[in-house]
């Protein structure tokens, strides 16, 4: 028997918006979102997500620092995937169209050659 969530209401198509609060959250449940840097390393503005987004060039970096206010859609260097359960799969196009790479479970780093500046959409899996 698993308490562990499922990824039934978080990928519901883009409605990240309303979870978009500018932290990267970890929920005592093991829930996490996912974070985006507008730089490596983890550095610069971020955005974060708890649903998926299938249109990343929709949503703009929201916290303080470099890039705040900067389009996410081929802008991210970095990421982390605060979610303890889930796995973040991010695309190189909309609508989870392209290549396609993995973040595991709390875990992330800089974005390799294919996805540096390249992301446009993540769903949970």
Do not use: M
Request: aromatic share 14%; hydrophobic share 30%.
């Amino acid at each position: 028997f698993s308490t562990a969530p499922t990824k039934s209401g978080r990928n519901d198509g883009g409605g990240s918006a309303t979870h978009l609060d500018g932290v990267c959250n970890l929920y005592s449940t093991g829930d996490g979102d996912l974070c985006l840097w507008y730089f490596q390393k983890y550095w610069g503005s971020h955005a974060d997500f708890y649903v998926s987004d299938n249109n990343l060039n929709n949503n703009t970096f929201s916290s303080l620092g470099i890039g705040q206010g900067s389009q996410v859609g081929n802008n991210a260097e970095s990421a982390w995937n605060y979610d303890q359960h889930l796995t973040a799969r991010v695309y190189t196009g909309v609508n989870s169209t392209g290549t396609w790479g993995t973040i595991s479970p709390s875990s992330g780093g800089d974005f390799t050659s294919t996805f540096i500046n390249n992301v446009e959409s993540f769903i949970w899996t």
